[in-house]
């Protein structure tokens, strides 16, 4: 992975975790910290929720005086982590398209468990697909829809590199059954998600509407998975203002437990390969 690639995000949330966890180790409450450096506590708060988008270098420095750490590796090695967290990742000249950390997060998953109740994953979608339901959602404005577009296509290369992303994907019928335009960019949509069946790491997973009421009807999510056991894994929960970001060990098996019910109520893998196969006969016959 390319400098540009990495993902200044996890970064960002590994330097707050640390940050937040030198000053618990000292004793000392966000007002403490702020009161005897005479800062804002937000100027903190937003360092440890990984909320500060370029760190600064002194400022990590001056927190660690504060904390009384004495092991200068440990220093060094914050002072790094905040560096690598102010390079630019790709999607940062898309920062009108993308809101919040989801994207920079997704781009360093390993592996991505998806569950989607009414629309495909954006990660398989059509650029045709994606500009129909991109217009769908009121954007007007033909140059905005085109920009969103091009950003969503760009995050699916997280499937196409050298150590590609495994995805899990469960989706329900209703997503696929619901026609999106004109029939052929429903069709075409549809093909390309029969495309992935001989790519050892993309698993999809068709949940009829026979298998009646089960665990997903209250909405979709995500489950990341990260390749540093350092970084927790998270749960994404879409909602129309950003998101919602759960990462208590309760909170990931709760939904772990929900995908895999999921998977047990979905056809197989090769079933819903064929699934897709007859729908497609059926809209082109």
Known sequence: MSDGDRSPTLRLRRLGREMRRLRDAAGMTIQQAADELEWSTSKISRLENGLTR?????VIRVLCAAY?????????????????????AWWTVYRDVFRGPYVGLEAEAAAISSYQLGLIPGLLQTPDYARAITRAASVRDS???ERRVAARMERQRILEKDDPTRLWAVIDEAALLRTVHLPQVHARQLRRLIE???????KLQVLPMSAGPHAGLAGQFVILDFPDPTDRSIVYLETPADGLYLEE?????RFRLMFRHLSDSA??????????????DRLEG
């Open 54 to 58: 370029r760190p600064d270098v002194h």
């Open 68 to 88: 009384q750490v004495e092991d200068e590796q440990m220093v060094n090695g914050l002072v790094t982590l905040a560096r690598e967290a102010r390079h630019p």
């Open 143 to 145: 140059a905005e829809v």
């Open 196 to 202: 992935t069946s001989p790519l050892s790491h993309v």
């Open 249 to 253: 060990t309760g909170e990931l098996d």
């Open 267 to 280: 056809l197989s893998a090769d079933a819903s390969i064929a699934y897709l196969s007859n729908l497609v």
